[in-house]
């Protein structure tokens, strides 16, 4: 719901910051990879319970996400780079649920599967509109130059990342956050089903 109105204010710099870090020689797969790297260490953390450690190494991680397509534009733009970035935004997706879930299995375990649920869902809905927009050669650039079509909905980027930060913030309010969280991408789902039942109707 907010990346599209963030994304004129941040894609500027980005792109500045982008077209200096290619010409230190760094590939936009390379940078994708560090943001991965980021990621499982900041998971890694929040199960040992440094949770501004984990803060911290989650934010770089989601710089860097921004990161690879600055590179990507300031150099070459790669359809593997872009399969490449959204297999490791999932894994990140995937990875800080988990890691609260292995923090506390039996307070977290029911909740954090739930919310792995509504993410699966989610990136179905998602991965699947995307599908048949390409097969439509439907495009926009509402969410910035991407390498697949990216539809908007309730939950997108900017709110799980938020939510990320007030799992790190607020750690022993996982349960009723992510059954809050999980419902709400389960009706973005819902609604993003709605809106391909009508754009794709035969």
Known sequence: MLDRHLRPLIDPPLNRLGAGVAQLGLSANQITLIGLAFALAAA????????????????????????DGAVARATQV?????????????????????????LDPGAHGVAGVFLLLSF?????????????AEK???????????????TG???????????????CLFPT??????????????ITAGARVLLAAKVFRD
Not at 81 to 96: K, N, R, S
Not at 153 to 167: Q, R, W
């Open 44 to 67: 890694t953390a929040i199960v040992a319970q440094l949770f501004w450690v984990a803060l911290a190494l989650m934010l770089a991680s989601r710089l860097a996400d921004g990161l």
């Open 78 to 102: 790669s359809d593997f780079g872009g399969y490449l970035d959204i297999v490791c935004d999932y894994v990140f997706y995937a990875a800080i649920p988990l890691a609260f879930v292995l």
């Open 173 to 186: 309010w996982f349960v009723p956050l992510a059954w809050g969280f999980g419902t709400l991408c389960l």
């Open 120 to 132: 699966y869902v989610n990136a179905g809905s998602f991965l699947g509109f995307s599908v048949l």
């Open 136 to 150: 439509k050669k439907m495009r926009s650039d509402a969410h910035g130059v991407k390498s697949l079509y990216f």
């Open 153 to 167: 909905g309730l939950l997108e980027g900017t709110e799980t990342i938020a939510f990320f930060v007030l799992l």
